[in-house]
């Protein structure tokens, strides 16, 4: 079992940057695949980036390809998000989320990962 809380969200202008962290608890993370998500209201949940066990895996969404970077220190029990570059469109509740799974693996559906946090909100200004 394992606990997630995420920070760092907040509000910010059109083309600024924001950290965000995931935070873990109960296990060791370094066993969990991870990533983010985030969510509009009135729309479903949308996958963000993932990233393996090690961290030397990472897949992105084509939304923020180039644009977000997705890291971990297992050494820390913490997962980050920077995300620069920011658009009105990235307004959003940001979710992170972990699953025990084998080393190499990427994870990028919702139904996949068995923990989540309770969500940080990001609004970027237009």
């Known amino acids: 079992q394992v606990q997630l809380v995420e920070s760092g969200g907040g509000l910010v202008a059109a083309g600024g940057s924001l950290r965000l962290s995931c935070a873990a608890s109960?296990?060791?993370?370094?066993?969990?695949?991870m990533g983010w998500f985030r969510q509009v209201p009135g729309k479903e949940r949308e996958f963000v980036a993932a990233?393996?066990?090690?961290?030397?895996?990472?897949y992105y969404s084509d939304f923020v390809k180039a644009r977000f970077i997705i890291s971990r220190d297992n050494a820390k029990n913490t997962m980050y998000l920077q995300m620069n570059s920011l658009k009105a469109e990235d307004t959003a509740v940001y979710y992170c989320?972990?699953?025990?799974?084998?080393?190499?693996?990427?994870?990028?559906?919702?139904?996949?990962?068995?923990?989540w946090g309770q969500g940080t909100q990001v609004t970027v200004s237009s």
């Open positions: 109960g296990r060791t993370v370094s066993i969990y695949a």
């Open positions: 989320a972990a699953k025990w799974a084998a080393s190499a693996t990427i994870l990028s559906k919702e139904y996949e990962y068995d923990y």
């Open positions: 990233i393996n066990r090690s961290g030397g895996r990472t």
